[in-house]
């Protein structure tokens, strides 16, 4: 993993964040996590990966890092016999908006959940704190992340030009 933060003047190019937009595609989650402790809701943005590779994850580490942000990175060392698993997630509101500001022309698979907690991410910086829009953009999220839940093509055509 890089333990630096010197890159230099350097920028993601389109292929940098095209790529990181299909690993995450492939190997991420976005996600609203709701949490409730001692009867106070609380409401937090996630994007996380994982990977055995640690090459993959220092490639996806360097290009956040061009993007100016720095992800909370850990291993997982699931059974003698598997291989560790190496995690990345970011949780900071600011993070999660430049990330997926960077990467919504490129995602695919996961560009419903990435536009509504962009949305909503940017939302709750501006406003600050407001349940009920909180408990709403969650359940669409869950609604999401069902299994077996039904998408319509036509509409993911419509917001991906590139569909067509």
Known sequence: MRKTDELGDQHATPTE???LAGFIDGEGSILLHKDVRK???DYRP???????DPAVIDHADTILRKLGIRALLYEQDRAEWKKIVLHAQLCRFAQI???LTALMPYLVGKRAKAS????WTRDRIARGKEL????????EMRAMNTRGAVRDIEQ???SNPRMM
């Not at 996630?46 to 990977?51: D, G, Q």
């Not at 009920?132 to 359940?139: F, G, H, I, M, N």
């Open 116 to 119: 509504l907690l962009l949305k």
């Open 39 to 41: 009867g106070r809701v």
């Open 46 to 52: 996630r994007v996380s990966w994982a990977n055995t």
């Open 156 to 158: 993911d055509r419509a």
């Open 97 to 99: 908006e430049v990330l």
């Open 132 to 139: 009920v829009s909180d408990e709403k953009a969650y359940l």
């Open 17 to 19: 964040l095209a790529w």
